[in-house]
């Protein structure tokens, strides 16, 4: 007997026991019962009942007797649990452990503590509830049932991920493969754990996928309170994506099942998540209703982790209702039902819960005292977002409040303290976008310390933040959208095998043909919902009702976005394609608008040749036809139609055939147009990307690069440098590696400040404007003319010998000096400027030895030497490995502009000789 079973399995034992009677039901009964009891309580009772009873008057083995006794006690228990009834949950539990001890039946103790588990879960005893789970872990091993214990150790990872994920995850990836395919069994809490491990790293797309897949794992194997809890969590998951009407939809499903069973601990969960997902939506007094119902429902176990959740959510509701008093109550309880639970950074929430109350009602000493616990355990289990959220408590509370741990200090300044070191902690989470509104905070603080050049670059980063969280929250959008759509597919795939199980299983054809069907519809289905091209769908679905079905015409309409009209999107009358047209969806004539409207099937059989009956102009008679809706759950996308010439064509089979393919076709419609909503929201992320990207890279004055556009692409030009020297070291009479140098030019305008001085910033912009020309003028399209600040600007020539850089410097030179500057249409100014140089790689015999950062310093004490000697000049700093750069440096000099930089020079070469370097000038 398994610890759980699937519902294939289920319908067998059900077959089976209707074909028995009295004794020999009983190895039918049983396991039956034991299947049944979360799926059904009342059934698992009922069998569990009978069972005794026929045990009485078959005991003639007392083990076997004694096994199957105890078992029935222990569904007993389980029913007990799940009715809330823990002291009669434990009571039969432990009974039934006992029972089994004695026989030495390991698995079925393993089931026992594994019971116990789930009971000291709701008690609120974590210690024996871990306690219990680890020797059922281990009987079951001692069993030999390898699923039994890969489900036990599932659940203890779920259970662990809460506490610690960093360590879940790699607990997981240390006991399950990653590529092993698990049964429904295990899947429902290991799908669960690796979703909240998700959850807890902010991959909140990846942990709606796997808390769906858990809730339909656990469903499918009778787990139900483990299936209603992933619902929950799948609603708390939608919630932080930002997708509130997901996330109340599954918190729903969660409810409702819950509600079916009356199980008071499911029921309460799923009212607390389903009051949270209200209180996010700002419906509170309808999330107050359901709150306080989970709360009064908890009253018999005040211990739960989730009575503590509860009170701290009201405590949340509490807050945004204005209503410190009541706030602070709640959270003042829920701190106090923690603690046994050993979950710290909750009770860091609930102690910052109490310190915002606090905070609100004026009591600052127990604000300041509350939230500095709250932060030093936060700190303690180096959990940054709560660091983060309490240090922004303490920013406010300094506003009113200027006491700090070590100093007074003004509010301002206090309120800026705490808030940078929120900020500090922001930045060193990997792949987090800062929040707008702490940079904003900033901003302000900074703006009420006269210190307005900070304020107004932390006011440019929140715009940025706001415009990156946009983007996040579309890309969370789509995540949203692509799972539910595709949990949407999935349940309505399931949903419809299910309908044509049970049409098949009703019919009085043979067994064989039903069989067929099933399997033919399932592959159509399959392949028809894999296509997200609309017209592909109409041709699939036009190809396999004429495999299936008589039908001279076939036909879909489909619903007008405004609603109130219907659009032949594809007809097909014996091979020839319709002629499309619209109707209203109230036409009193149409059968197509009255399918929609009512949303049921409509079967019209006709006499030959009447008069009653309306045909479209240039169509055939038809005699049968059948019309069905196109539905998404309540959702209305069309209607769909085949006619034959044939009188009564469509009887029960056809008309299931074609209401299986229409909710097929339903579904792939739907993917289509939401996959088609998807393309079109990635292309604009992808176009906003660009447009970002772009922007980042690009001085927005001059147009020119900026130095991340260098950083992001100078490192491809250097390994091509490189590796040109390295060949030709390798073989030097095949390579001049001379051609492949890089030269960097730092140029910097000379007497800029007195253009601002003079004739104002804005004739400084035009300048810098210009330069931009200029410096274009004398480089080719392929280098980098880089803004490096203010107005110096960085040249790459990325192909350019190392003779040839003094003439290109030159070059630069005369080409700022020989043209004035416009400032106005009467106004101009002549300007001049300095450039400092150096080549890549500096030392030609030792390539690697320095970086090309290292060679744009170089190239900036080129520029100081000049700007140190008089301007207008060009300086470059280069290595001779033999010192003959006499000749070279004594041309050079004699030319006049050069000529104040000699003692610079000088002083630089002594500098550089200790490197064993000669500089040389041109």
Same mark, same amino acid.
């Given at each position: 007997?398994?610890?759980?079973?699937?519902?294939?399995?289920?319908?067998?034992?059900?077959?089976?026991?209707?074909?028995?009677?009295?004794?020999?039901?009983?190895?039918?009964?049983?396991?039956?019962?034991?299947?049944?009891?979360?799926?059904?309580?009342?059934?698992?009772?009922?069998?569990?009942?009978?069972?005794?009873?026929?045990?009485?008057?078959?005991?003639?083995?007392?083990?076997?007797?004694?096994?199957?006794?105890?078992?029935?006690?222990?569904?007993?228990?389980?029913?007990?649990?799940?009715?809330?009834?823990?002291?009669?949950?434990?009571?039969?539990?432990?009974?039934?452990?006992?029972?089994?001890?004695?026989?030495?039946?390991?698995?079925?103790?393993?089931?026992?503590?594994?019971?116990?588990?789930?009971?000291?879960?709701?008690?609120?005893?974590?210690?024996?509830?871990?306690?219990?789970?680890?020797?059922?872990?281990?009987?079951?091993?001692?069993?030999?049932?390898?699923?039994?214990?890969?489900?036990?150790?599932?659940?203890?990872?779920?259970?662990?991920?809460?506490?610690?994920?960093?360590?879940?995850?790699?607990?997981?990836?240390?006991?399950?493969?990653?590529?092993?395919?698990?049964?429904?069994?295990?899947?429902?809490?290991?799908?669960?754990?690796?979703?909240?491990?998700?959850?807890?790293?902010?991959?909140?797309?990846?942990?709606?996928?796997?808390?769906?897949?858990?809730?339909?794992?656990?469903?499918?194997?009778?787990?139900? $309170?483990?299936?209603?809890? +992933?619902?929950?969590?799948? @609603? /708390?998951?939608?919630? =932080?994506?930002?997708?509130?009407? &997901? %996330? !109340?939809?599954?918190?729903?499903?969660?409810?409702?099942?819950?509600?079916?069973?009356?199980?008071?601990?499911?029921?309460?969960?799923?009212?607390?998540?389903?009051?949270?997902?209200?209180?996010?939506?700002?419906?509170?007094?309808?999330?107050?209703?359901?709150?306080?119902?989970?709360?009064?429902?908890?009253?018999?176990?005040?211990?739960?982790?989730?009575?503590?959740?509860?009170?701290?959510?009201?405590?949340?509701?509490?807050?945004?209702?204005?209503?410190?008093?009541?706030?602070?109550?709640?959270?003042?309880?829920?701190?106090?039902?923690?603690?046994?639970?050993?979950?710290?950074?909750?009770?860091?929430?609930?102690? $910052?819960?109490?310190?915002? +109350?606090?905070?609100?009602? @004026? /009591?600052?000493?127990? =604000?300041?005292?509350?939230?500095? &616990? %709250? !932060?030093?355990?936060?700190?303690?289990?180096?959990?940054?977002?709560?660091?983060?959220?309490?240090?922004?408590?303490?920013?406010?509370?300094?506003?009113?409040?200027?006491?700090?741990?070590?100093?007074?200090?003004?509010?301002?300044?206090?309120?800026?303290?705490?808030?940078?070191?929120?900020?500090?902690?922001?930045?060193?989470?990997?792949?987090?976008?800062?929040?707008?509104?702490?940079?904003?905070?900033?901003?302000?603080?900074?703006?009420?310390?006269?210190?307005?050049?900070?304020?107004?670059?932390?006011?440019?980063?929140?715009?940025?933040?706001?415009?990156?969280?946009?983007?996040?929250?579309?890309?969370?959008?789509?995540?949203?959208?692509?799972?539910?759509?595709?949990?949407?597919?999935?349940?309505?795939?399931?949903?419809?095998?299910?309908?044509? %199980?049970?049409?098949?299983?009703?019919?009085?054809?043979?067994?064989?043909?039903?069989?067929?069907?099933?399997?033919?519809?399932?592959?159509?289905?399959?392949?028809?919902?894999?296509?997200?091209?609309?017209?592909?769908?109409?041709?699939?679905?036009?190809?396999?009702?004429?495999?299936?079905?008589?039908?001279?015409?076939?036909?879909?309409?489909?619903?007008?976005?405004?609603?109130?009209?219907?659009?032949?999107?594809?007809?097909?009358?014996?091979?020839?394609?319709?002629?499309?047209?619209?109707?209203?969806?109230?036409?009193?004539?149409?059968?197509?608008?009255?399918?929609?409207?009512?949303?049921?099937?409509?079967?019209?059989?006709?006499?030959?040749?009447?008069?009653?009956?309306?045909?479209?102009?240039?169509?055939?008679?038809?005699?049968?036809?059948?019309?069905?809706?196109?539905?998404?759950?309540?959702?209305?996308?069309?209607?769909?139609?085949?006619?034959?010439?044939?009188?009564?064509?469509?009887?029960?089979?056809?008309?299931?055939?074609?209401?299986?393919?229409?909710?097929?076709?339903?579904?792939?419609?739907?993917?289509?147009?939401?996959?088609?909503?998807?393309?079109?929201?990635?292309?604009?992320?992808?176009?906003?990307?660009?447009?970002?990207?772009?922007?980042?890279?690009?001085?927005?004055?001059?147009?020119?690069?900026?130095?991340?556009?260098?950083?992001?692409?100078?490192?491809?030009?250097?390994?091509?440098?490189?590796?040109?020297?390295?060949?030709?070291?390798?073989?030097?009479?095949?390579?001049?590696?001379?051609?492949?140098?890089?030269?960097?030019?730092?140029?910097?305008?000379?007497?800029?400040?007195?253009?601002?001085?003079?004739?104002?910033?804005?004739?400084?912009?035009?300048?810098?404007?210009?330069?931009?020309?200029?410096?274009?003028?004398?480089?080719?399209?392929?280098?980098?003319?880089?803004?490096?600040?203010?107005?110096?600007?960085?040249?790459?020539?990325?192909?350019?010998?190392?003779?040839?850089?003094?003439?290109?410097?030159?070059?630069?030179?005369?080409?700022?000096?020989?043209?004035?500057?416009?400032?106005?249409?009467?106004?101009?100014?002549?300007?001049?400027?300095?450039?400092?140089?150096?080549?890549?790689?500096?030392?030609?015999?030792?390539?690697?030895?320095?970086?090309?950062?290292?060679?744009?310093?170089?190239?900036?004490?080129?520029?100081?030497?000049?700007?140190?000697?008089?301007?207008?000049?060009?300086?470059?700093?280069?290595?001779?490995?033999?010192?003959?750069?006499?000749?070279?440096?004594?041309?050079?000099?004699?030319?006049?502009?050069?000529?104040?930089?000699?003692?610079?020079?000088?002083?630089?070469?002594?500098?550089?000789?200790?490197?064993?370097?000669?500089?040389?000038?041109?």
């Amino acid at each position: 007997m398994d610890l759980y079973a699937l519902d294939e399995e289920i319908f067998a034992l059900e077959t089976k026991l209707s074909l028995l009677e009295s004794t020999p039901r009983l190895a039918v009964l049983i396991p039956l019962a034991w299947y049944l009891r979360q799926r059904n309580c009342q059934r698992a009772l009922a069998l569990g009942e009978e069972a005794r009873e026929l045990l009485q008057h078959a005991r003639n083995d007392d083990t076997w007797y004694r096994r199957n006794l105890a078992r029935i006690g222990l569904i007993h228990g389980e029913v007990h649990w799940l009715n809330g009834e823990l002291e009669s949950a434990e009571q039969c539990a432990m009974d039934a452990l006992k029972e089994f001890e004695q026989i030495n039946d390991l698995l079925a103790v393993g089931d026992s503590f594994f019971l116990l588990t789930s009971i000291y879960r709701d008690f609120g005893q974590i210690k024996k509830r871990d306690q219990y789970l680890r020797m059922a872990i281990e009987n079951y091993g001692f069993g030999g049932d390898i699923e039994r214990q890969q489900i036990a150790l599932a659940r203890s990872l779920h259970n662990g991920a809460i506490r610690d994920p960093k360590f879940t995850a790699a607990e997981i990836y240390r006991h399950f493969n990653v590529t092993e395919i698990y049964p429904n069994t295990v899947l429902a809490w290991l799908a669960s754990a690796k979703a909240i491990v998700c959850n807890k790293i902010g991959d909140m797309g990846e942990s709606c996928r796997l808390h769906i897949q858990a809730h339909r794992a656990a469903y499918e194997s009778g787990q139900i $309170r483990q299936a209603i809890l +992933a619902a929950t969590n799948a @609603g /708390d998951s939608f919630a =932080t994506l930002g997708d509130l009407d &997901a %996330a !109340l939809e599954w918190d729903e499903i969660a409810l409702a099942t819950a509600r079916s069973n009356h199980w008071p601990s499911s029921l309460a969960t799923a009212l607390l998540q389903t009051g949270n997902a209200l209180r996010l939506l700002e419906r509170y007094d309808d999330a107050k209703e359901k709150l306080v119902e989970s709360l009064n429902i908890q009253k018999k176990i005040p211990g739960s982790r989730t009575f503590a959740h509860t009170l701290c959510y009201l405590g949340d509701l509490s807050l945004d209702l204005n209503l410190p008093n009541e706030a602070l109550g709640f959270f003042e309880v829920a701190a106090e039902k923690i603690i046994e639970h050993k979950e710290p950074i909750f009770l860091s929430d609930c102690w $910052r819960g109490q310190a915002i +109350a606090y905070c609100r009602l @004026g /009591d600052y000493p127990k =604000t300041s005292d509350k939230i500095h &616990a %709250a !932060l030093e355990v936060a700190r303690q289990h180096e959990n940054i977002d709560e660091q983060i959220k309490c240090l922004r408590v303490l920013a406010e509370l300094s506003r009113n409040y200027l006491h700090s741990p070590t100093e007074i200090v003004t509010a301002p300044n206090l309120a800026l303290h705490y808030l940078l070191q929120a900020l500090t902690l922001c930045t060193s989470i990997r792949g987090i976008t800062v929040p707008a509104d702490l940079l904003d905070e900033i901003a302000n603080n900074y703006a009420q310390l006269s210190d307005f050049e900070s304020a107004y670059q932390f006011s440019k980063r929140a715009a940025q933040a706001k415009e990156d969280r946009r983007l996040n929250e579309a890309r969370n959008r789509a995540t949203a959208m692509q799972v539910r759509y595709d949990n949407e597919r999935h349940r309505a795939d399931a949903e419809h095998h299910r309908r044509i %199980a049970q049409a098949e299983a009703t019919r009085a054809t043979s067994l064989q043909e039903s069989s067929n069907t099933l399997e033919t519809l399932g592959l159509i289905g399959r392949e028809i919902t894999a296509n997200l091209n609309v017209d592909t769908v109409f041709e699939a679905l036009h190809k396999h009702v004429n495999e299936l079905l008589e039908a001279n015409s076939f036909g879909i309409c489909l619903l007008e976005p405004n609603g109130q009209e219907l659009q032949l999107a594809f007809g097909m009358e014996n091979g020839v394609p319709l002629e499309h047209f619209k109707t209203t969806i109230d036409h009193p004539v149409s059968a197509f608008a009255r399918c929609a409207r009512e949303r049921e099937e409509i079967v019209i059989e006709r006499e030959s040749g009447s008069q009653d009956h309306y045909v479209v102009p240039g169509t055939i008679e038809t005699l049968s036809l059948l019309y069905m809706p196109l539905l998404i759950g309540e959702r209305l996308l069309g209607a769909m139609s085949i006619q034959s010439i044939h009188a009564h064509q469509y009887g029960e089979r056809e008309r299931s055939i074609l209401r299986t393919l229409a909710a097929y076709g339903a579904i792939a419609l739907d993917n289509a147009s939401a996959y088609k909503q998807l393309q079109a929201t990635l292309t604009t992320l992808r176009e906003t990307q660009n447009q970002l990207e772009e922007v980042s890279i690009t001085d927005p004055l001059t147009g020119l690069r900026n130095r991340r556009f260098l950083l992001q692409h100078i490192e491809a030009d250097v390994a091509r440098v490189l590796r040109a020297y390295d060949d030709h070291l390798q073989t030097p009479q095949e390579h001049n590696p001379s051609d492949e140098d890089m030269v960097f030019f730092m140029v910097d305008i000379d007497h800029f400040k007195s253009i601002n001085d003079t004739y104002g910033h804005a004739c400084g912009d035009l300048v810098l404007v210009q330069m931009r020309h200029r410096l274009q003028s004398v480089f080719r399209e392929s280098d980098y003319l880089i803004r490096w600040g203010g107005e110096e600007f960085l040249v790459v020539a990325r192909t350019c010998n190392r003779k040839d850089a003094p003439l290109v410097a030159e070059r630069i030179r005369k080409t700022i000096a020989s043209t004035p500057f416009l400032l106005t249409n009467e106004v101009e100014t002549s300007r001049t400027c300095s450039v400092g140089y150096a080549s890549f790689p500096f030392l030609p015999h030792q390539p690697h030895l320095l970086t090309w950062a290292q060679v744009v310093n170089f190239a900036d004490q080129g520029l100081y030497m000049v700007k140190k000697s008089g301007r207008n000049a060009c300086i470059g700093i280069a290595h001779t490995a033999e010192r003959q750069s006499e000749e070279f440096y004594n041309r050079v000099m004699r030319q006049p502009h050069h000529a104040a930089n000699a003692g610079s020079i000088q002083i630089l070469s002594q500098k550089v000789q200790q490197m064993d370097d000669v500089i040389s000038a041109s």
